[in-house]
């Protein structure tokens, strides 16, 4: 009979060809070379600039857990793929349900404790309650423009240009420094659309006639 770390070598290099799959499952976000962006690829920016910011924040937070969830958050990709934030389709609706199912499964191919605390970093990214869930969600939207910012504006779908000013301000309320961050990925999204010809002002307009 195989002994317990034996078993457990085995399956975490098994686990390699799930997880290599978002290695090639593609976001809808472009490099500044034109090629589009894979989920990994999201995943190491995020926690790259997790490790190039904690020490600023407010509340101090445990690096390595931040880390660790930066590096499973969207693993659940390698089953459901990615689902842009702006899509509006059945599966953007079973979004959530779809992802914890598939985490349930993918967990389930690695041995106790490494399954479980998988799942566990999962569930507290998804739940998004604690610092460091926090800080890993605001990450998670801010590296989303900080690559469109990187990338030719041609790649941006006419909406986005409404979420440059939506969609990250919610997840960095909680911390100054978190809203520092913000304005300068904004500042840069910005600066790219008035070189292009596109009326930041009438923009901002259309979001506060909507609101």
Not at 92 to 101: I, P, Y
Request: glycine fraction near 4%.
């Amino acid at each position: 009979m195989m002994d317990s770390d034996a078993a457990a070598a085995e399956k975490a290099i098994g686990f390699l060809s799930i997880a290599e799959r978002i290695k090639r499952e593609l976001r809808h976000s472009w490099l500044s070379d034109g090629r589009r962006e894979s989920v990994a690829e999201h995943t190491w920016f995020i926690a790259l600039l997790a490790l190039l910011t904690y020490r600023r924040l407010q509340e101090p937070v445990a690096l390595e857990r931040v880390l660790a969830m930066a590096i499973v958050h969207d693993i659940a990709e390698a089953e459901v793929g990615d689902i842009p934030f702006f899509e509006q389709s059945e599966r953007k609706t079973r979004k959530a349900a779809l992802e914890l199912a598939a985490m349930d499964r993918i967990s389930s191919l690695l041995p106790d404790p490494e399954g479980a605390f998988v799942r566990e970093l999962w569930l507290e990214f998804e739940k998004g309650q604690t610092i460091e869930a926090k800080f890993v969600r605001a990450l998670d939207h801010l590296e989303v423009q900080a690559q469109h910012n990187l990338a030719d504006l041609n790649t941006w779908e006419p909406i986005e240009h409404e979420l440059v000013y939506t969609k990250m301000d919610d997840r960095c309320a909680h911390d100054e420094f978190l809203q520092k961050l913000l304005l300068h990925v904004r500042g840069g999204a910005e600066r790219k659309m008035k070189l292009a010809g596109i009326d930041v002002e009438a923009v901002k307009s259309r979001i506060a006639e909507s609101r």
